[in-house]
């Protein structure tokens, strides 16, 4: 039901005759004070995060050689692909909310669905090449012959995934069983590494499905020139997980 | 809601204050070239931190040539500020924004600065008032067993307490036990890997290199207690090193190797 019809027999699309709610003076009070609303809620989010930033801060000051020696465990290039792959899902973010104002319902559509790419290539790169082996020691290998990894012998998943023998249990805390670690502050770095890419990739499935819910209702014709608030405050939210990346990438990967 | 033009600009009983008019219509559309300059901004500048990161690798490992610590640390977090501000600023659209949005956002970050500094005066001037406070925040903390109370941890065999060692001692005895059960000289097993490990980060089986993704790059620069009490097999694994890998890292039995306690 991307239309309706109207008294006068012209077809509209839903946005062109929304009507705000009624406790608002007008739909440009009801646009402001819904955006006003996202912000607060962000403020909570950049909150919650600057928690973890403070951990990250005193663990760092406290054990300066184990936050060293833990970053170099870290791949600076799929730090560095994941902060492309998030920032270009933010301009599209962008583009979207600009092509709801114009009314350009397509692609609205297809800025949306690169969004989405985005988002689920974030996580992929994160789970397949990051959290995994790290994690059990389990690599994911894209050569199917694995012709030079047979010595170790383990493999799952039909062999894509291939075990590779005192690399993983770098865990947090009690999870931590990585016999190779050179300071006795390594699962701390650990805890503090799952605990804020994990949280922030909690973010990146949350605001994914928002943009979902926003991709959904625009096959509906909900939104356009008159009405894309959802559009623009479920866009702020992606933009604050791109936010908290930009601040995480270094902190995690860069700095040593 | 009929109210005639002149009625409107005379006095509007719905918008008493004449706000009506001013928020119609003061919604920007930004242009898409802006947005994609900011885009190819945003990626210039993330180019340019991990350039000048690995920069900085790269020249301590090939010349010696140690730039400060500070430098890579302000450098990297000053290019995140002008990153966040380029997204806050356009596409989160804050500049073409109320002001109220900016300053909350602001006030938010203020409290985040408050929250943080109040941190960091705690732990750095815990001992200022009350001296014996200062055994309270000793870098490391006893470093002491670990037991699990609530419930068993999910890591293969069930442990329920690290036996009065650290995690990382736990965790290495455990490897080298796991050798010893095997019938291999576990503990010279491990300090192999680790030489391994330490000359080239490639981890795991000689001759099973890690695929290129997973590869740690080669520390540099100041890490002065990386080798000292607290790790008495590293320091054998050092000295097992030193004397060209005939030195007393296998001699001792294996449970007695990290025991020493601190």
Known sequence: ?256 | MSHSHAQTAAYDEMDPHGFQGKSHGDHVIVDWRILLGVLLALLFFTALTTTFATLEQWVAGEFAIHIPHWVNVVGALSIAVIKASLVCMFFMQLRYDKPLNTMIFLFCLLAFGIFLGLTSLDLGKRDAIYGFKKGTIKPGGDAQSVTLTGGKADIGPRYETTMGKSMVEFARQRYIDRYNAMGVDGEAKWAAEMAHHLAGHKHGQAGAELPDANRSFSRVGVTPHLYDEHDPVAVRALEHLRSGGHGPAGELPAGESSSSGH
Not at chain 1, 39 to 58: D, H, N, Q, R, S
Not at chain 1, 97 to 115: E, G, S
Not at chain 1, 213 to 232: A, C, D, F, H, Q
Request: glycine share 8%; proline share 3%.
């Open chain 1, 1 to 256: 039901m991307t239309t309706i019809q109207t008294k006068s027999g012209r077809k509209q699309a839903r946005w062109e005759n929304y009507q705000h709610e009624a406790h608002w003076r007008s739909a440009a009070d009801e646009f402001d004070a819904a955006k006003l609303g996202m912000w607060l809620f962000l403020t909570t989010e950049v909150l919650l995060f600057a928690g973890i930033f403070c951990a990250y801060a005193m663990f760092r000051m406290l054990y300066p050689e184990a936050f060293a020696i833990g970053s170099g465990y870290l791949d600076v290039k799929f730090g560095l692909l994941n902060t492309v792959v998030l920032l270009i899902s933010s301009f599209t973010v962008a583009m979207a909310v600009r092509c709801a104002q114009k009314n350009q319902q397509f692609w609205l559509r297809t800025n949306l669905y690169i969004t989405l790419v985005c988002a689920g290539l974030f996580l992929l790169i994160k789970f397949l090449f990051e959290y995994t082996p790290k994690w059990s020691g389990y690599f994911f290998f894209l050569d199917p012959t694995l012709g030079h990894y047979e010595k170790s012998g383990q493999t799952a998943l039909w062999g894509m995934f291939h075990f590779v023998e005192g690399y993983g249990g770098k865990r947090p805390g009690a999870f931590f069983d990585y016999p190779f670690a050179q300071h006795y502050a390594e699962p701390l770095w650990w805890a503090v590494y799952y605990g804020g890419t994990a949280i922030h990739a909690l973010h990146v499935v949350i605001g994914a499905g928002l943009l979902t819910w926003v991709l959904v209702r625009s096959y509906k014709g909900i939104y356009g020139p008159k009405n894309y608030t959802m559009v623009e405050t479920s866009g702020l939210y992606w933009h604050l997980v791109d936010l908290v990346w930009i601040f995480l990438f270094p902190l995690l990967y860069l700095i040593h």
